[in-house]
Structure formats: structure tokens, C-alpha cells
């Protein structure tokens, strides 16, 4: 089945630096690849996505290039600033009859000024 | 305009009784999700309702589990019996149709003593 792998956490940055949050999935056919955020006590909330190969989502600074021959989707942003400091969470989505959004487990990212 | 809201935010119940969990979705949304999110879990697919048709139960992890839409709007997943391993924090999303984007609700964490 579908499945959504990302790295570790939780990350810890101090602002200003340079933010990489890995993501790879399994999926058969092609997937929507999106990631979504969410910030202390709010609830979730997409922040940026992309539907087919090679593609670039991009919101708030942040940016991800959905890559089909490494089956990745990272985030990356050039300078965190303290109010990044979230939840984020990789998900994908087929075009079939069900279009449930499958997740990984989220990173937590803090970010101290 | 409105968003997704749920209620209540916050529930806890004792083992072995029932919950009813609600969730307004946004107005003119055609499709509905439940979701949980665990500690050890992560984000899980629930149950999936499109229009008028047999919802999609696939995430569903027991039979103590179910889910109504009355009238396409208004939608309730009902825990029976209600177990330790069932509090998680349940997250419902609509969708302007199965390919628009997804918008989450606050959630509602349950707590079984």
C-alpha cells in the first residue's frame, strides 16, 4: 500500500538557517504530494503541493519539487524565521475513488531566535 | 466565511461507554473525511464520504467504529464500547469535491479513562 516516510525529528534551528525536511513515498501510479502545516494550537493547514513530476510547490518561503525518480518530496526553506516553528507533515493523494490523503508522521520543527 | 468546526473540542469518557463526535463541514462541500491523529499512529484515514455515495470505510480499525452524513452537510463518527488505545485526537476535512483541497477542523482530542 501507500506509504509516506520523513526523516526523524524533532528538529531544533536557530533563525536564519537553512531548513531541509526530508520526505519520500511509495505509491503506485502518480500521486499529488503535498505538505501541510501546523503551527501551536492551530489546526491543520496545507501549505504547498504539487500534482505531477518535476513540479514545484512553493508558499510562505518554503518549496518542494516533487522528484519521481527519487520518489521524494522535500521541504526546504532558505531562512527559518521563529514563527516557522510548527508541525510539518508529508502527505500524498491518488486520483482514484478515494482521494484520502495518506501522512507521514511529522517533524517537529523549532526555531529559536 | 465559516470554516470545518467540530465539536465537542474536548472529550473524556470512562472505558466501555459511547461517543458521538460531530463535525460542520464547510457549506457546499461535497466531500467529507475523518482522520485521527495518535502519538503512536500519526495521521490515519478514518472513513470518506462523496455525495450521495456509500461511504468509503476503509480506515475504519473496528466494528466499535462508524460514521453518518445526514443530508450531505452534517456528518458524526460514533466509538462504541470505547477502549484506552481509542483516545487520539479526531480530525475531520471537506473538500470541494474529492480532487479540491482539503480543510481541516480544530479536532476533537478524546481522553478514555
Known amino acids: 500500500g501507500d506509504s509516506v516516510t520523513q526523516m526523524e ?19 503506485t501510479g502518480y500521486p499529488s504530494l503535498f505538505w501541510y502545516v501546523q503551527y501551536p494550537g492551530e489546526g491543520l493547514q496545507l ?15 518554503f518549496e518542494a519539487t516533487y522528484r519521481k525518480e527519487t520518489t521524494s518530496f522535500h521541504l526546504e526553506k532558505g531562512s527559518v524565521q521563529v514563527s516557522d516553528s510548527a508541525v510539518y507533515f508529508c502527505a500524498l493523494r491518488h486520483t482514484g475513488a478515494n482521494s484520502k490523503l495518506t501522512f507521514g508522521k511529522g517533524i517537529t520543527l523549532s526555531v529559536r531566535p | 466565511g465559516a470554516g470545518v468546526s467540530q465539536s465537542p473540542s474536548n472529550k473524556v469518557t470512562e472505558k466501555g461507554k459511547d461517543v458521538e463526535l460531530r463535525c460542520d463541514p464547510i457549506s457546499g462541500h461535497t466531500a467529507l473525511y475523518w482522520y485521527r491523529q495518535s502519538l503512536g499512529q500519526g ?6 464520504f462523496q455525495g450521495n455515495s456509500a461511504p468509503d470505510k476503509s480506515g475504519l480499525p473496528s466494528d466499535r467504529f462508524s460514521a453518518e452524513r445526514t443530508g450531505g452537510s452534517v456528518s458524526t463518527l460514533t466509538i462504541q464500547r470505547t477502549q484506552q488505545e481509542d483516545s487520539a485526537v479526531y480530525l475531520c476535512a471537506s473538500s470541494q469535491g474529492p480532487q479540491g483541497e482539503q480543510f481541516f477542523g480544530p479536532g476533537t482530542r478524546l481522553t478514555v479513562l
Open chain 2, 43 to 48: 495521521l490515519e484515514f478514518l472513513i470518506y
Open chain 1, 47 to 61: 501549505l504547498l503541493k504539487a500534482t505531477k513530476a518535476d513540479d514545484k510547490g512553493s508558499n510562505k518561503g
Open chain 1, 9 to 27: 525529528g524533532p528538529v531544533t534551528l536557530s533563525e536564519e538557517a537553512f531548513l531541509t525536511i526530508n520526505c519520500t513515498y511509495t505509491a
